[in-house]
């Protein structure tokens, strides 16, 4: 597996368990409304710097997407 295959999954996991924790705290109704925000917005940087890796790795050549089918 390519080392930009392994950096997509990474963030898509660490997106995936900031959501969680951003509803967890929701969730959990102690008021603690800071943790939330803070999950919140660390999911939408991971979410821009994957979008960016996308695309950098694409102009790059390091991925491709797929070919239409015929």
Do not use: Y
């Amino acid at each position: 597996m390519d080392l930009i295959h392994l950096l997509v999954i990474v963030l898509l996991g660490a997106i995936v368990s900031s959501l969680a924790i951003g509803l967890f705290h929701l969730s959990s109704g102690k008021g603690d409304s800071g943790k939330m925000l803070r999950a919140l917005t660390f999911r939408i940087v991971l979410s821009i710097a994957l979008f960016l890796l996308l695309m950098i790795a694409w102009r790059a050549g390091l991925i491709t997407p797929h070919q239409p089918v015929r």
